[in-house]
């Protein structure tokens, strides 16, 4: 090897062609990395949020929301794909969200619901993305707000002249001390009553259907037209899954294993007396562990 004294000498001395570039790409030539195909990187369609030059005709349906919310009088719901209604209000990221159509449902390879749609934004702009995009995203940061509770309560109350009231399914809510019940969320009773719920209650406290302990009426909705008793087990058989499985000594020594009381929260109660009011029951279940209503 020639003797090194100099940068010179280096550069004249590159025995192994280290620094001959004539043969080498330029640098800006990538090498052995895979072409990436069009398909990969490019959608049939993209969906992009355009500003609604109409969006004073929504801007009102946007203000009355988030003013139920604020009064209460609606509820932000953790999210489900049963809540994808026309018409359905829903919060994505923070922002309210309006579902106003859903153009020609049909179900995707994956036998899921799928379609396009006119969504709407409280920031006055409108998407047609898919249903299934919309759904991805209300399922990572995003809830459904529930319906007006007037609404709720016309729909269950709907009756004329010609109606024939059966009595009532209520609500209840132990005010129990004993810790294996005060440390159960969402516990709830779901009864049957032909008189008064009131009246039914009145010595709850000596009461093993009650847990021999006070109660406090949550809710009660009058029943028409229907078998009311066929709707309280039709009711208990949807949240059977979640019953309370306890024992409840009477004052006599004998042991009882209440059957009418269940861990779901009351909101989802409601939309499930309200969904065996409209027929629909049957194609949903209770998932017990999420403490959701979902499809079967």
């Avoid at 609606?74 to 969200?97: A, H, I």
């Avoid at 049909?106 to 036998?111: I, L, M, R, T, V």
């Avoid at 019940?181 to 008064?196: H, Q, V």
């Amino acid at each position: 090897m020639a003797d090194i004294n100099s940068i010179d000498d280096i550069l004249n001395s590159d025995t192994f062609g280290l620094l001959d570039t004539k043969k080498e790409e330029n640098i800006h030539t990538l090498v052995n990395v895979p072409k990436i195909e069009k398909s990969r990187t490019e959608t049939d369609f993209v969906a992009r949020r355009t500003k609604l030059k109409n969006f004073e005709e929504y801007e009102k349906l946007f203000i009355q929301c988030q003013k139920d919310l604020k009064d209460g009088k609606r509820k932000l719901v953790k999210f489900n794909e049963r809540f994808f209604q026309e018409g359905s209000f829903f919060v994505l990221k923070g922002v309210l969200v309006y579902l106003e159509n859903i153009q020609k449902p049909k179900k995707d390879k994956h036998h899921k619901l799928d379609a396009r749609t006119t969504t709407i934004f409280e920031n006055g702009t409108y998407s047609n993305m898919l249903l299934r995009s919309l759904g991805k995203g209300l399922y990572e940061d995003g809830y459904f707000v529930s319906e007006h509770e007037d609404k709720i309560m016309d729909d269950l109350n709907q009756i004329t002249k010609e109606d024939t009231q059966n009595g009532y399914i209520y609500i209840l809510k132990s005010l129990s001390e004993d810790d294996r019940i005060t440390t159960k969320r969402n516990l709830y009773k779901i009864g049957f009553s032909t008189t008064a719920v009131e009246t039914r209650i009145k010595n709850a406290v000596n009461d093993p259907t009650y847990l021999m302990a006070d109660v406090k009426v949550v809710a009660s909705f009058e029943v028409y037209n229907v078998n009311p008793h066929k709707l309280e087990q039709l009711i208990h058989k949807f949240f059977s899954n979640s019953c309370l499985d306890i024992d409840i000594v009477d004052e006599k020594r004998y042991v009882h294993k209440p059957r009418e009381w269940f861990i779901a929260p009351l909101n989802v109660i409601e939309e499930a007396i309200t969904l065996i009011i409209s027929g629909k029951i049957l194609d949903y279940q209770y998932d017990a562990q999420e403490e959701i209503i979902i499809l079967k």
